[in-house]
């Protein structure tokens, strides 16, 4: 199949997927009757209305925070997973402290975070970051662990460095599982997102949504929630282009 | 080329000491090859490694042209069996790997690589990936990675076990081939009798672990037309079966 009918299945599939979606959410809110269940075409109305005004702004913070979130916790979980998964001094003196450190909910430290680095947007970056990193370093470290010495004796008769085996073995051999790592982080991303947002600030969606809902105005949360929907949507696109790319081996 | 007197090696899983080898003296000459051959398990790869550079015996010593084996030295290469090439490069960067890894520039690398793989009946498939090759193509394109560095000693870890008995013979001529052709000297471990009969002009016996020498056989007609067929090739084929303990 070339790469352009494949774009247009999996778009013909996404439109009736989201059909099915409307279609649920309508029956959904016609049976509760309740304002504070709009239906869709409420909501979706009530987004395109207040896009541009409101959601936008929104939108671009929530988007900027998550997405900087993302790149600090990628760069800097990816290299050090992959160096602790291959240099096993490091992986004994490391690895103990993951697994004490792993299992903790992180967001439990929010006030603690706030306290010490203000209320702007670093607080907020700087968990979400750690809450995603700890879960790339994880399976970047184990993803590098399972690499077959034999792939490292290939390439040490080939002459090369260590710098050399990361670049050329490591690195691509665990990427498409850092891939995956990365795109059920990214869940949990926008969920801690939500939630910090809903503290001492008042912009992004988070805030947008629960100020909606403090002030009854269900269409407006719903087009939060929306927008929230589609910054969640845009990024697994991105994670999906970047492994199409960069994994094409995988994909034969 | 290659001299080994009284390899020893012992290694280390899980607290428990290993000996893999055992007193294993041998040497080859240059131009000439070896094909060791033992029961699975018996430690051949841990030979071949020794030569490798990969690992260092614990008793006795192993020269390669006077010198000890190192790794990096770029007159060896190393072709294992399962994972010398590696599932995200394509064929054309798998094979120019090591010209890359020793820091030829892209042209040279072109220059090398292209007609190593025009030889070697590759040239169409420079930019598939490795899984969309048979494996017998995959073996071709793990050969013209090592090619390529012109190395002096090819060193080879059951290259064949993992194809179907015609893609086997195929390539065992091929190699026989590459092995003529260029000058190399050539050290192939292997679990087949006919394999080792076919491509060695010595053949190390080796018995269960510790690996010992059993005995080294001179196969003097190796490469000579007609060899397979002969009553030769069939003589000493019966001889290893005796050696290895196989029952007819």
Redesign the interface.
């Known amino acids: 199949m070339t790469y352009g009918s494949r774009i247009i299945k999996k778009s013909v599939e996404m439109t009736i997927a989201m059909l099915i979606i409307i279609g649920l959410w309508y029956a959904l809110a016609i049976f509760i009757k309740n304002q504070m269940l709009p239906t869709p075409w409420e909501a979706v109305t009530e987004f395109f209305r207040i896009f541009r005004s409101t959601i936008w702004v929104h939108f671009y913070v929530s988007a900027y925070r998550v997405v900087v979130s993302l790149l600090v916790s990628f760069a800097a979980a990816v290299p050090l997973g992959l160096l602790i998964g291959r240099e096993e001094v490091i992986d004994r003196f490391i690895s103990p402290v993951i697994y004490l450190i792993y299992p903790l909910p992180k967001i439990v430290f929010l006030p603690l975070v706030f306290l010490f680095f203000g209320l702007g947007d670093f607080p907020k970056i700087f968990m979400i970051s750690m809450i995603v990193a700890f879960q790339i370093l994880v399976t970047a470290r184990d993803a590098a662990k399972g690499v077959?010495q034999?792939?490292i004796?290939?390439?040490?008769?080939?002459?090369?460095s260590k710098w050399?085996i990361f670049y050329?073995?490591i690195w691509?051999?665990c990427?498409p599982k850092v891939l995956t790592s990365l795109r059920i982080s990214l869940g949990t991303a926008i969920a801690v997102l939500f939630f910090v947002e809903t503290f001492a600030t008042t912009e992004g969606l988070g805030y947008f949504i629960m100020d909606s809902w403090s002030r009854s105005e269900y269409s407006e949360m719903f087009a939060g929630i929306i927008g929230m929907s589609i910054l969640g949507l845009i990024l697994y696109i991105i994670v999906d282009i970047i492994d199409a790319r960069w994994?094409?081996?995988q994909k034969? | 080329m290659i001299l080994a007197e009284n390899l020893s090696l012992t290694y280390k899983q899980e607290n428990v000491h290993i000996k893999a080898l055992s007193d294993i003296s041998c040497h080859l000459e240059k131009g000439s090859s070896l094909a060791v051959i033992g029961p699975s398990g018996c430690g051949k790869s841990s030979l071949l490694f020794l030569m490798a550079g990969l690992n260092k015996p614990t008793i006795g010593k192993i020269m390669i042209n006077g010198k000890e084996p190192d790794a990096a030295n770029p007159d060896t290469a190393l072709i294992l069996q399962d994972y010398g090439l590696f599932p995200w490069k394509t064929v054309y960067e798998n094979a120019s790997l090591g010209l890359n890894i020793r820091g030829f520039n892209k042209k040279n690398q072109r220059e090398i690589v292209i007609p190593i793989l025009e030889k070697l009946g590759l040239a169409e498939f420079v930019n598939h990936f490795p899984t969309q090759l048979s494996g017998g193509q995959r073996q071709r394109v793990a050969i013209a990675r090592s090619l390529a560095l012109k190395p002096k000693l090819l060193l080879m870890d059951e290259p064949l076990s993992s194809l179907d008995a015609l893609t086997r013979e195929n390539l065992q001529k091929f190699i026989l081939d590459v092995w003529v052709n260029n000058n190399l000297t050539l050290v192939l471990v292997t679990h087949s009798i006919e394999e080792a009969v076919f491509l060695g002009s010595k053949i190390l016996v080796m018995s269960d672990r510790p690996g010992r020498v059993i005995d080294i056989i001179e196969n003097p007609l190796v490469g000579s037309e007609g060899y397979r067929q002969s009553p030769e090739f069939h003589q000493i084929c019966s001889k290893l079966r005796r050696l290895l303990g196989v029952i007819n």
């Open positions: 077959p034999q792939s004796y290939s390439m040490t008769s080939l002459g090369a050399q050329h073995v691509p051999s990427l994994c094409k081996w034969l």
